[in-house]
């Protein structure tokens, strides 16, 4: 017998953000946390960018990417993870199709970009 969806139920869709290196899926965006899943296309990077409140970490689930971090760069394998602090200096750029998993502090909306490949301001 299927299972029908309840009007009073708990659950929620997730939002899907369309970006031009992939697309992140928002499942949490409370007061005090939010939880976003990242999915970066090979070949494509996010912004070099850092954050004045911002603190997130993320988990590589699966994929490999290179991590620029504060200057240097590292590859970053499945299982690892990193803390991003306010005024860190980041980006990370997919070297194949990857999956990260990011919580972070709620300000979502906190991205100083120093360099776009996208053209974003």
């Not at 029908?4 to 946390?33: C, L, M, N, T």
């Amino acid at each position: 017998m299927a299972m029908q969806p309840h009007a009073d139920s708990p659950f929620a869709e997730p939002k899907i953000v369309p970006k031009p290196w992939g697309r992140e899926v928002w499942y949490a965006h409370e007061d005090r946390y939010a939880g976003k899943v990242l999915e970066v296309t090979a070949g494509h990077a996010l912004s070099l960018q850092k954050h004045e409140r911002k603190q997130e970490t993320m988990l590589l689930q699966s994929g490999r990417l290179r991590f620029h971090f504060n200057g240097v760069d590292y590859e970053m394998s499945p299982g690892q993870c990193i803390t991003v602090r306010p005024g860190d200096v980041h980006r990370m750029e997919a070297l194949e199709d990857s999956v990260l998993l990011e919580v972070s502090t709620p300000e979502l909306d906190d991205v100083i970009r120093l360099e776009d490949r996208y053209g974003r301001g």
